[in-house]
């Protein structure tokens, strides 16, 4: 990771979801002061309603969530054509390797743990949104 | 009329508050570490440009105003003086003590620079026992004079009015009636019609030497490099921040031994924000919290409290209650030191610093609140220590 902050300001806008209003004001924070517009929910029918009316650039979700876990809102979201390429990330506290293989069954396009450092949140979501746009789809 | 031969006691206008300046709607009120009051209040006088702050603290209260965004008058309104205004601004964060509560209020155009003459000896003081005639002739030679500054006008009473003009026109007028400023003389009008009034004259004035100690009050972190230090202090504090969200959590799943992760939790991240110290700036030191267990292992030398100690103790000790009382006590001076950080962190950012503190707020709510509920559990005799809800949902339903 580069860890360049501030150099690429970007325009792309973030779903954040997690239930911890503590962790979505850390993560809103730092992407915004990199130049995302960020949007937030704070549960899985939460983000379903919020993906209802907004189309997300990058939906970054924490796993242990109220009525739908993270995993489950993932497969619900990947169903969906007009979300079947966007990129998730997946950013959890829980670290084992058995999570991580959930959540990429799931359909999710990388995981981080927490606690999360600032410019690696950062750079994650600049590659994939970078994967994304090479990828021709978006 | 009489000229006043009584000796200058400041701006005599209410013998409590030597200085009484108008009253707008106080646009911050905050605490502020005395380490960096003196960068902050820059900060505020470049933002705000024109007004003023009263910071108290440790029985003192000092009032200091700002014009054009530089000093222009300070005096200590409360509790023991110093020998002048100079010495008030600059023993500000020199002196020891807990943080400082400040107030800010905004001014218009003109009105604090008119307001500055306020905390010099007036430039003429009389008596007027016909106030009516006397006190208009008194005004139409400010006004012929394009005079900037103030006018104070005093009964025998407790009466009292300040007129402030800018080059020989009235723009405001407030007094006893109401400390709000107002665009006319109303306030001043009833005075002219009693038997006698004291009438003092403040010029404006510029006061370098004051202005001088607010800009080099710290000449650490000037533009670049303060905006470089505060970013990374601002990414710090998200990763200390997210890092105490997950030692929480993970306290909270640890079966019997939470209080005594609690506190590790708590303590690490204590640590951690003392570190955040080492970019461009000096050591910050930790407030005292006046907790016993705190004091028995406060560092006087390093200023601060000296965990790894601490938890030697604790452990030594192995007791629930005390791992309990020691993540309170900690939780405090945590909250004292992050404090410190984000005040920095407003200097130059104020919506991030708001952010980081709701995000603080949240989780020493969180880390309270898995304390009283094992205490509650431990009262009601629940020995298994049934499992608890997560700290997230605890913070959603505001516990």
């Known amino acids: ?138 | 009329m009489a000229e006043l031969a009584a000796a200058y006691a400041g701006n005599a206008l209410c013998s409590r508050a030597p200085i009484t300046l108008p009253e707008p709607m106080a646009n911050r009120a905050q605490s502020v570490a005395r380490s960096v009051v003196l960068r902050w209040l820059r900060g505020v006088a470049e933002r705000d440009q024109d007004g003023y702050a009263v910071l108290a603290g440790n029985g003192r209260t000092v009032l200091v105003l700002y014009a054009a965004q530089q000093a222009a008058g300070a005096a200590v309104t409360r509790g023991q003086g110093v020998a002048s205004a100079v010495e008030a601004l600059a023993t500000l964060h020199a002196a020891e003590g807990s943080d400082l509560f400040v107030m800010t209020y905004p001014l218009g155009d003109d009105v604090a620079h008119a307001l500055s003459g306020l905390f010099a000896r007036p430039a003429i003081r009389e008596l007027c026992d016909d106030p009516g005639p006397q006190l208009k002739q008194i005004l139409a030679d400010r006004l012929d004079q394009c005079f900037s500054g103030a006018v104070a006008v005093r009964a025998a009473g407790l009466a009292w009015a300040v007129l402030l003009l800018r080059d020989g026109e009235v723009i405001g007028c407030y007094g006893s009636d109401d400390a709000r400023l107002k665009p006319t003389i109303e306030d001043a009008s009833a005075l002219f019609y009693l038997d006698e009034v004291e009438v003092a004259v403040y010029p404006a004035r510029a006061q370098p030497e004051l202005a001088a100690v607010l800009r080099q009050g710290d000449r650490r972190g000037e533009v670049g490099e303060r905006n470089a230090s505060v970013e990374a202090t601002e990414l710090g504090m998200i990763a200390l921040l997210s890092a105490l969200e997950s030692r929480l959590t993970n306290a909270q799943r640890f079966g019997e031994g939470r209080p005594e992760q609690l506190a590790l939790a708590v303590a690490e991240s204590y640590d951690e924000a003392l570190l955040l110290t080492g970019v461009g700036r000096s050591l910050l030191l930790s407030d005292r919290v006046g907790h016993p267990l705190l004091e028995a292992h406060w560092d006087a030398e390093a200023g601060r409290v000296d965990t790894q100690r601490l938890l030697e103790t604790l452990r030594m000790a192995s007791i629930s209650d005390a791992w309990l009382a020691a993540a309170e006590a900690l939780i405090v001076a945590l909250e004292l030191a992050v404090e410190q950080q984000l005040t920095w962190v407003s200097l130059v950012d104020e919506s991030s610093s708001n952010a980081l503190q709701e995000a603080l707020v949240e989780l020493l709510a969180q880390a309270r609140g898995l304390i009283r509920t094992w205490r509650a559990e431990r009262d009601s005799g629940a020995g298994g220590l049934p499992a608890l809800p997560r700290t997230d949902a605890l913070a959603l339903s505001g516990s």
């Open chain 1, 1 to 138: 990771m580069t860890g360049t902050l501030r150099q690429t300001p970007e325009t792309a806008t973030v779903l954040v979801v997690d239930d911890s209003a503590s962790v979505r004001k850390l993560v809103e924070l730092t992407l915004r002061r990199e130049g995302f517009a960020v949007i937030s929910a704070t549960s899985g029918i939460g983000a379903l309603a919020t993906l209802a009316d907004t189309q997300p650039d990058v939906i970054l979700m924490d796993v242990m969530l109220l009525e739908l876990d993270g995993f489950q809102l993932c497969r619900v979201i990947r169903r969906h054509p007009k979300y079947e390429n966007t990129p998730i990330v997946m950013l959890s506290g829980r670290e084992g390797e058995s999570d991580k293989a959930a959540g990429f069954a799931a359909g999710v396009d990388a995981y981080l743990t927490k606690p999360f450092k600032p410019a690696v949140l950062v750079d994650t979501v600049r590659e994939q949104l970078t994967a994304y746009a090479a990828s021709g789809v978006a």
